[in-house]
């Protein structure tokens, strides 16, 4: 097996790209539940978002108005999710699955209506690459960063936004507060329910945009199955990523990496792959975010304790 | 049901019953109307879309066979689900739970070189819904032990049973002879014979005879007044000396074993072998039958036979009509957020 050729510079840019849809819904995923909003319809928002983002660049011919429809599509499911949390206050884990599901149906109808039943996608035109010019030519670095298309900036630039709401901004207090104590932000006169309104209408149009990525800045094309639990991904990485919108960046990009070597081992052939069903790379992303939400959980219930130090402990009822 | 309503008198209780029913009925009702716009837009008739909807169900003997055999695993989930999400234990990897049931006891029954059938069938049943509880138990053992949120676990569990059910069929029980990717079939003698009159295998009366037994358990059992317990308040339920995370672990072993259960039920009854197709989602419609059964037996019984209903009158729409088939999806997906605001009314 040639080592060199699955560690070449292809595989950090392939992990940073393969990174960035699932990065984009776990941090809009990550802003929600600051705000105390368990948002469990990330799968569907990313998957409309995903189906919207192809009809709009199919259509309109242009990658821009495919990305706009992918957003304003996640937008609205965010809402819907909104109506039903916020509004309506039913249970949220519930209200999370129905969104899903009512995604998938609607996508599917959607598709199949457009499309016909063949189940082939036409495809699309994809977002060029930038290559910012200078930069670019640094060795290893450049084609890694500096090679990818302009989403990628974006799905960055918009992390580390967050990253500043949350933690440099009175807002972002006010966001943090509400997920933390709602009835003190209440009584310092913080809108409990329009601060959750406003992070999931943001969490939605972050999952849109994932599903836009995914498929105008990547795969040029779409089904049904297109997001293949990014989604659930996503909201496991939140965990992983203890609630730090940049920590959970980070898993995201172990993610991406971890994905793009299975790949790439799947496709070289002989070495150690020789013999090992390809069913079991198929299921590896799935076991690792497995495994990586079991010992985050384990871990941080561990780090997280100082916080009930000193708080009397009855059997069940910690927490 | 509500705090309240334990502790209010058996009068009350029934209006809150009438109650609930009245606000399902109105969620089913807009659910439909609601469709009508999917319908307009897919450009049909509304009515005589759904007229040839309900005639393709429930018009012909034939027709409602073929809503009985889509209801089995629809029914038989359906309750496994009702009973946990009543717990607060929202196991939504009843998919996964489906293959690798149906895996266990397929493989059970292909393998195993008993020639007496009946005892066949009943060991393959039983391995199904052990393969299916295994699954299921894992995610409950997560929870448990480490609180790990098993509505993830779950999902993510699907994927990996899957792909081994794909593994299974493509490798060591592959048919070489089939001419598309399948295990070699089950024995004949298992096949599970159609009702008289129906085209509909007995597997419905074993969903069937679920529904008292999962009313008892649910209504009439300290089991069941635990798991309603903690589904009120899981805190207060430990307090009160419930073992919740034993619950947990019980409450995925008990969905993963009845979807299990369905997914051998499936291979026994209807495919005959194990494919990839066996399941037409069926873990997921699932979930969508619980919550318009209202997490009640019965309710999960209506609501199987609705949905398998929606499915035959779908194709059978789509087929005269020239219908996009998926519309049945785009339905059964509004149907889900109205039953959750017809639920925030019910209790108003």
């Known amino acids: ?319 | 049901m509500t705090a309240l309503e334990l502790a209010l008198p058996q009068e009350s209780r029934r209006a809150a019953q009438i109650r609930t029913v009245g606000a399902t009925l109105a969620a089913v009702a807009l659910g439909l109307a609601a469709g009508s716009i999917l319908i307009v837009i897919a450009g049909g008739r509304p009515w005589s879309t759904y007229a040839d909807m309900a005639k393709g169900a429930f018009g012909s003997l034939f027709g409602f066979s073929a809503v009985l055999v889509q209801a089995v695993p629809l029914l038989v989930i359906g309750l496994g689900l009702a009973l946990a999400f009543r717990g607060r234990v929202y196991n939504i990897g009843a998919e996964g739970q489906f293959y690798v049931g149906a895996l266990a006891g397929g493989a059970a029954v292909i393998l195993l070189p008993i020639h007496v059938y009946p005892l066949l069938i009943a060991l393959g049943m039983i391995a199904g819904a052990a393969g299916g509880a295994a699954w299921g138990w894992l995610v409950g053992k997560l929870r448990a032990r480490w609180g790990v949120n098993e509505v993830i676990t779950s999902l993510l569990l699907n994927y990996i049973g899957i792909f081994l059910f794909s593994y299974a069929v493509r490798k060591p029980l592959r048919d070489p002879d089939a001419s598309s990717l399948a295990s070699k079939a089950v024995p004949e003698g298992t096949r599970l014979p159609n009702l008289p009159h129906l085209s509909t295998h007995i597997g419905i009366v074993v969903g069937l005879a679920l529904v008292p037994l999962l009313a008892y358990v649910m209504d009439r059992t300290p089991f069941g007044f635990r798991v309603r317990m903690m589904g009120l308040n899981a805190d207060a339920a430990s307090v009160a000396g419930v073992d919740t995370g034993r619950m947990v672990v019980r409450l995925m072993v008990i969905s993963g074993g009845l979807a299990g259960l369905a997914g051998i039920i499936q291979v026994l009854g209807v495919q005959g072998r194990l494919d990839t197709s066996l399941s037409q989602g069926y873990g997921f419609t699932a979930i969508v039958v619980a919550l318009l059964g209202r997490l009640r037996a019965v309710g999960v019984l209506f609501a199987a036979l609705l949905l398998g209903g929606l499915t035959i009158g779908g194709q059978a729409a789509s087929i005269d009509q020239g219908l996009p088939y998926a519309i049945v999806l785009g339905i059964q997906g509004v149907f889900v957020v109205f039953v959750l605001v017809a639920d925030r009314f019910a209790r108003a």
Request: aromatic share 10%; hydrophobic share 55%; glycine share 12%.
């Open chain 1, 1 to 319: 097996m040639d080592w060199s050729a699955i560690f070449g510079v292809s595989l950090f840019a392939a992990g940073l790209r393969l990174a960035m849809p699932t990065a984009l819904a776990a941090v809009g995923e990550c802003f929600c539940e600051r705000a105390g909003v368990l948002n469990l319809g990330l799968e569907g928002m990313m998957l409309a978002g995903a189906f919207a983002s192809f009809v709009g660049a199919d259509y309109a011919g242009s990658a821009a108005v495919g990305v706009a429809a992918g957003i304003g599509v996640g937008v609205l499911l965010g809402a819907v999710m909104a109506f039903l949390s916020v509004h309506l206050k039913t249970e949220q884990v519930i209200n999370g699955i129905a969104i899903v599901i009512f995604a998938q149906g609607l996508t599917a109808f959607a598709y199949e209506k457009i499309y016909g039943q063949s189940g082939a996608s036409p495809q699309i035109t994809p977002l060029a690459d930038v290559r910012i010019p200078g930069i670019a030519s640094i060795p290893w670095l450049g084609p890694v960063l500096f090679e990818q298309n302009v989403l990628l900036y974006v799905s960055l630039a918009l992390t580390f936004g967050v990253w500043l709401l949350l933690y440099r901004t009175r807002f972002g207090l006010s966001v943090r507060a509400v997920g933390e104590a709602p009835a003190a932000a209440d009584a310092a006169a913080v809108s409990v329910d329009r601060v959750r309104w406003l992070a999931l209408l943001v969490c939605g149009g972050m999952a849109g945009l994932g599903g836009a990525v995914l498929v105008v800045g990547q795969l040029s094309l779409f089904n049904v199955g297109i997001t293949a639990g990014r989604g659930w991904v996503a909201i496991a990485l939140v965990i992983f990523g203890r609630w730090n919108p940049l920590l959970v960046l980070g898993g995201a990009l172990l993610f991406g990496f971890t994905d793009a070597l299975q790949l790439r081992i799947q496709a070289s052939s002989g070495g150690i792959n020789a013999g090992v069903p390809y069913e079991f790379f198929q299921a590896l992303p799935y076991l690792i975010t497995l495994a990586v939400m079991v010992a985050a959980t384990v871990w941080s219930r561990r780090n997280a304790q100082p916080s009930a130090l000193g708080v009397p402990f009855t059997k069940g009822v910690s927490q």
